[in-house]
């Protein structure tokens, strides 16, 4: 049995991770502290990937990442190869068919943070972001992991989108979860036994760290 | 340099209509029930919340005009703000939250020791008592040398005895801070022990008969129940 997929998926699983920790974290902020026109309408186009098919969600990104859609021609004209079929392909799809995992939990943890230590930040003279790095962020910590966890998780049995958007190209964008299907399809049932328990380790892994950490806080 | 303050702002029930002003090195009291404006008030001084009119200045410096729409935010007043429950830092131990804010962490020793916590310097607020949590509160707000300190009922959560020696101390801090004190209490006591000048505050305006009203009148009311009970409580200890 050839375990490529599955570090291809572990590979893919923390790229996302990393990327929506980034980005989602500023967006969860923007959700949990600002009120501003519109902003259900933000909160809920954040959202809809969680609620759309995954097949659903790939197909809009096969337009938009295509040959003829808007993204995936800039990306032709700067790199000289295509969006879809290829490894950032795959991570720009399960980003944003992840990224209602990575906003819900952070935007939840950020409201549980006790306003009045910000009021006593600013007072104390800290600005906006010292404000969020000094003390919205040590205190949203717990948050932060278990929405680094779900997104991990979520990514790493991602199979709907990433089989529309990126196919099945072997060390590129064959993922565990494709493997498992077409070791399956073949009646390679020993091959496909062999990469399902090669998850249990590392899904089991994950929830204990984060209990752990949970109740050492 | 003394603080002068000037305001307005309507809130839900009443309208707060406010003038007062208080000199470097002494203590304003403001006290009344419950609900009549005074944390409002102090947060407007912070910058916290904004007068709808009105101006409040620190000796030259404007920090809230509303004829020239200027308004300095709280991190530019060098205010120092006790709150009314604890609002340290839950991440940092004592000292760094002390520390947050420094301007110079040797100070804060300093603080500690006038304050008495300095043997709890690596706790985190959650193992220490409730009046070292405040205690460390001051000594917080103290640590960033304000140009004013605002009290908003510091003590009140305490008991008794913690109440009294850290009244004791706002003493100590107003002879060697020489900056404009605020001092929020519903506790005619410490207003008595404490203050320069007292601030009445009902329903959002200075009422200069209501501190007589309740001692001098109505008999039996709350206030004089508390004064009684705690004459009883100082014997007893």
């Not at chain 2, 004791?168 to 203050?195: C, G, Q, S, W």
Request: aromatic share 10%; glycine share 8%.
């Amino acid at each position: 049995m050839d375990f490529t997929p599955f570090f291809v998926s572990l590979k893919l699983a923390l790229t996302v991770t990393i990327i929506l920790i980034i980005i989602g974290a500023p967006i969860a902020y923007i959700l949990a502290f600002f009120r501003f026109r519109g902003k259900s309408l933000v909160e809920s186009l954040v959202y809809l990937p969680a609620a759309l098919p995954p097949t659903v969600i790939g197909f809009y990104l096969i337009v938009v990442m295509g040959p003829g859609g808007a993204l995936g021609e800039t990306y032709e004209t700067f790199t000289g190869s295509s969006l879809l079929f290829s490894f950032a392909g795959i991570t720009l799809a399960t980003a944003v068919y992840s990224i209602p995992f990575a906003v819900q939990p952070m935007k939840a943890a950020f409201l549980k943070l006790d306003r009045r230590l910000i009021e006593s930040a600013s007072v104390l003279g800290l600005g906006g972001w010292e404000i969020f790095f000094r003390v919205v962020l040590p205190n949203c910590l717990s948050g932060i992991l278990a929405a680094a966890v779900l997104v991990f998780l979520h990514a790493m049995g991602a199979f709907g989108v990433i089989v529309m958007v990126g196919g099945s190209i072997p060390g590129v964008t064959k993922v565990a979860s494709i493997a498992i299907y077409e070791a399956v399809e073949t009646m390679n049932y020993r091959g496909a036994a062999l990469m399902s328990l090669a998850f249990l380790p590392v899904s089991f892994l994950f929830l204990f760290l984060v209990n752990k950490l949970n109740e050492e806080r | 340099m003394s603080l002068k303050v000037s305001v307005k702002k309507r809130l839900s029930c009443f309208e707060i209509d406010i003038s007062f002003f208080c000199n470097p090195g002494s203590i304003s009291v403001m006290i009344g029930p419950s609900g009549g404006g005074k944390t409002t008030l102090v947060r407007m001084l912070a910058g916290l919340d904004m007068p709808d009119k009105g101006r409040i200045t620190l000796g030259d410096e404007i920090w809230f005009d509303s004829d020239t729409r200027r308004s300095i935010p709280p991190r530019k007043r060098k205010t120092g703000y006790v709150f009314q429950d604890y609002t340290l830092f839950p991440h940092l131990n004592l000292f760094e939250n002390a520390a947050f804010a420094a301007s110079d962490r040797k100070n804060v020793f300093e603080l500690f020791e006038i304050f008495r916590i300095d043997h709890l310097m690596q706790r985190k607020p959650h193992m220490v008592s409730g009046g070292e949590r405040q205690r460390c509160a001051v000594c917080q707000a103290l640590a960033r040398e304000p140009e004013v300190l605002l009290l908003d009922e510091p003590f009140s959560a305490l008991d008794f005895v913690s109440r009294r020696s850290l009244r004791e101390e706002m003493i100590n801090i107003k002879k060697r801070f020489d900056i404009p004190i605020i001092y929020v209490t519903h506790d005619i006591n410490e207003a008595l022990y404490l203050a320069d000048e007292i601030l009445p505050v009902v329903d959002g305006r200075l009422s200069k008969t209501w501190i007589e009203r309740p001692l001098a009148q109505s008999e039996g009311s709350e206030q004089v129940n508390r004064a009684a009970r705690e004459v009883k409580l100082a014997l007893a200890y």
